[in-house]
């Protein structure tokens, strides 16, 4: 009988304890459930003052703020963190920044700049870890052309880190979760199954070429974002996270009062994922988002059983998700294949109806 290999990691990533060891999560799949977060924003009350240049607030959960400067230009700003998804440091840091950078894409912005958010078990790791950590995220933000301006550090039971990202966009150019219109179609950039392999990788089940495909797909930046934005045919971007395929196509859904419907076969998952949930690796975190909006999922006769679990996967890092007119399609494809988004697909449909989503096999 042969053995799977034990997961690639760096030297760095050897030492005592594993980084995945410190938290109780991971990645995205940290964020709080769906059904939970909208009871505690329902008790948050009012977004307090709104003025006129804030184009983008609280209202649709979309993936970043945005705030007229002047007529050309708008600042998008945002913030995103977690604890280790892997025990790597330079590659949790890496993945983190990516992860954070991509929120600002998926409004159809440039990041301009980041301030790192850092909150460390600074008696449990070593400094040289932490450095790590802090330096995978400033090689992603030299990838995309910014700096690392600051940021606030603090002594934390568990490792945390992200960043605050800003960037810019012409006004006219912001990109909504909401603006999706009838018979759009719906494309994803990136495949599925992160979640599936950060549960195969706190088990020490997964293979190094699937590691190695973890790695690759949570720190490619999602630089299609503003070049999708200039395309007229372009209506919505939003980037797919913690909540899964399923929940933001569902916030998408929502913002523009129309039914998803999703073609299951037609959606990319990373490779082995389809076989590894079948066998039992997912995260608590699919469960606690079907949990909280699959009232509003139909899930069609003939999918595999699979199909839920995967749809619910928390991506870290994950793909942007396209609404467009049909006669747009081939450009967006064109520009995800120029970027190195060779998994990038359409997957789906938005269609008059109330608000929800469907999955067909």
């Not at 993945?95 to 301030?115: C, F, Q």
């Not at 372009?234 to 909540?243: N, P, Q």
Request: charged share 15%; net charge negative; with cysteine.
């Amino acid at each position: 009988m042969t053995t799977q290999p034990a997961p690639s990691v760096a030297p760095a990533a050897a030492v005592s304890p594993r980084l995945t060891s410190l938290s109780h999560g991971g990645g995205c799949g940290c964020k709080i459930a769906p059904g939970v977060l909208s009871q505690i924003l329902a008790q948050s009350g009012a977004a307090g003052v709104v003025p006129p240049d804030l184009l983008v607030g609280l209202e649709t959960a979309d993936d970043a703020a945005v705030y007229r400067l002047n007529d050309e230009q708008a600042l998008v700003a945002t913030t995103d963190f977690f604890m280790p998804i892997v025990d790597d440091p330079y590659e949790f840091g890496r993945i983190a920044a990516t992860n954070a950078l991509s929120d600002v894409y998926a409004m159809g912005g440039k990041p301009i700049m980041a301030l790192a958010l850092v909150a460390m078990p600074v008696a449990q790791l070593p400094l040289e870890v932490i450095g790590a950590i802090l330096r995978g995220g400033q090689d992603v933000c030299r990838s995309a052309g910014i700096p690392v301006a600051g940021g606030h550090t603090i002594d934390s039971v568990e490792p945390i880190y992200g960043l605050v990202a800003m960037g810019l966009v012409h006004p006219d150019r912001v990109r909504r979760n909401a603006g999706a219109r009838p018979g759009d179609v719906l494309i994803l950039g990136k495949p599925l199954g992160v979640g599936v392999y950060s549960a195969a990788l706190k088990k020490e089940q997964l293979q190094d070429a699937h590691y190695r495909e973890m790695i690759a797909t949570t720190t490619r930046l999602n630089t299609p974002g503003p070049l999708l934005a200039e395309l007229p045919g372009v209506h919505a971007i939003t980037d797919v996270t913690g909540f899964g395929l399923a929940g933001h196509a569902l916030e998408m859904a929502r913002g523009a009062q129309l039914a998803a419907h999703i073609d299951w076969a037609s959606v990319p998952l990373l490779p082995g994922v389809a076989k590894m949930a079948g066998e039992g690796l997912v995260t608590g975190a699919s469960a606690r988002n079907w949990a909280g909006y699959g009232a509003q999922v139909r899930l069609a006769p003939g999918l595999p059983a699979t199909a839920q679990a995967l749809a619910c996967d928390p991506q870290t890092s994950g793909g942007l998700l396209v609404a467009c007119a049909p006669e747009a399609a081939g450009e967006v494809l064109a520009v995800f294949a120029r970027e190195g988004f060779e998994y990038a697909k359409v997957v789906g449909r938005l269609y008059d109806g109330y608000p929800s989503l469907s999955l067909y096999a």
